[in-house]
């Protein structure tokens, strides 16, 4: 049973209903969260959505202490202020929508303004270990074949999970979106890196676009496959690449999609087996390190970073890659770039006996210097603990970016580097900008 699974019974109410829908045509993703931060606030306040909004009606103080001590019971527990915040967020959301369709005027004027500690801190993030190129061999090695091919498309190609297959089973990469894919004989052929075509409705910025698969998870696909047809399953192009069987005698009778949580399963499962307690998404981490090593060695451009990762990209990019219908030579030069970055993130190539210095030390020299240190003071640097570290970097940028002033305007593609490194988002301007701060 999901959480959506266990929430739905909110569903049977007309306006929570719409809500819902409002929210999930943005993001499947996004409005599953709201309504289990929703559902969750609800069931251990001994409350309903309809009772929070008459509380907000008759006695808007008492829901605020009651938010307020759900906080702290949330602490307690361990949980960060960047995810209690979240409730925040709903509770508010829930509101103004209620507010906005009623219309209700109290209702709509309402907020939770409590400052959360710790909001927009990513502790979590920021010291979770990126595993190197040995151990994600190592770990590779530990999974089951459909995990090599989970563990391949996060690593290899950087797809998000719910890209493998959406948060309630209903889509997901099917074999026909695999370049090249006989299924015949299930070989690639001569295509030593074959593209994979992430259409909208599994993109997280609604666009379609495509990544590479290299010839290491090409191998990973093959001998998965091959696997699935030996147990008698019909694979046809609209079968899906990731398979979960819907008994427990292991046959293939596959559900119509993988779910997003099964697939977190799938890798989560492989990194336990080598005590890795690390979040299946570092694999993500794992793939845009590696292919920003590229781009700052000359194998990668930037736009084809940025479009590979399935970011957004700035106005050039929007141009010359997110219009779709690419000329084949852009898409061979693509190829080209993205086969010579393979280095840096394949573990079929790995020698441990070489490998001295760790992805994780390349990459931490990588946001010193994109700070300002000379390469001499990243190297005294890179060995400093994760606080320390970042400490540092905070006030290096503080200095040398910011001049005394709190805020700094920056492109759409520079802000996760910038959030990485310890800013904080503000706000979104026109002209593909936005505004972030430092941390008071």
């Given at each position: ?44 306040n001994?409350l ?88 994600l ?12 091919v ?97 008994d ?12 997003t ?22 694999l ?10 590229a ?49 840096f993130?394949?573990t ?43 400490k ?21 593609e ?15 301007i ?11």
């Open positions: 049973m999901t959480f959506t699974d266990r929430h739905s019974k909110w569903l049977q109410d007309k306006i929570v209903r719409e809500w819902y829908e409002k929210t999930r045509r943005r993001s499947k993703t996004n409005a599953n969260v709201m309504l289990r931060n929703l559902g969750l606030f609800c069931e251990r001994d309903t959505p309809m009772l929070i909004i008459e509380m907000v009606r008759d006695s808007p103080d008492r829901l605020v202490q009651i938010f307020n001590a759900y906080t702290e019971r949330l602490r307690k527990e361990g949980k960060e202020g960047s995810y209690i915040t979240k409730y925040k967020t709903t509770i508010n959301n829930w509101c103004r929508y209620y507010g906005e369709t009623t219309p209700d005027s109290k209702v709509l004027s309402f907020k939770i303004t409590n400052k959360i500690e710790g909001a927009n801190e990513t502790n979590t993030v920021w010291k979770e270990h990126v595993p190197t190129q040995t151990e061999h190592d770990i590779i090695v530990k999974a089951t074949p459909r995990g090599k989970c563990i391949a498309l996060m690593a290899f190609s950087g797809l998000r999970p719910e890209s493998i297959g959406d948060e309630n089973g209903e889509d997901g990469i099917k074999l026909s979106d695999i370049e090249g894919l006989d299924l015949k004989d299930l070989s690639f052929g001569d295509l030593k890196a074959s593209r994979i075509t992430v259409r909208k409705n599994l993109s997280k910025s609604r666009r379609e676009y495509f990544t590479f698969i290299s010839p290491e998870g090409q191998r990973y696909i093959q001998e998965y496959l091959t696997e699935r047809r030996k147990a008698g399953e019909e694979l046809t192009e609209d079968s899906p690449l990731i398979a979960f069987s819907t427990k005698k292991g046959s293939y009778h596959v559900r119509s999609m993988p779910r949580l099964l697939i977190a399963r799938e890798i989560r499962t492989a990194f336990r087996k080598l005590g890795f307690q690390q979040r299946p998404y570092v993500r981490r794992y793939f845009l390190s590696a292919l920003s090593i781009e700052s060695k000359g194998l990668i451009t930037h736009e084809d970073r940025l479009f590979i990762a399935g970011h957004v990209g700035d106005i050039q990019s929007v141009y010359t890659r997110q219009k779709g219908n690419l000329n084949v030579d852009i898409v061979n030069q693509m190829r080209e770039s993205y086969l010579k970055s393979a280095k993130f394949e079929s190539i790995v020698n441990p006996a070489e490998e001295s210095e760790s992805l994780e030390k390349r990459v931490k020299l990588m946001f010193l210097t994109m700070s300002g240190f000379t390469p001499a003071e990243a190297e005294e640097l890179v060995n400093l603990s994760d606080e320390d570290l970042q540092k970097m905070k006030e290096k940028l503080g200095m040398k970016i910011l001049n005394g002033n709190s805020q700094k305007i920056v492109s759409l520079e802000v996760e580097g910038y959030i990485m490194q310890g800013f904080e988002y503000v706000a979104q026109p002209g593909n900008k936005c505004i972030i701060r430092l941390p008071k």
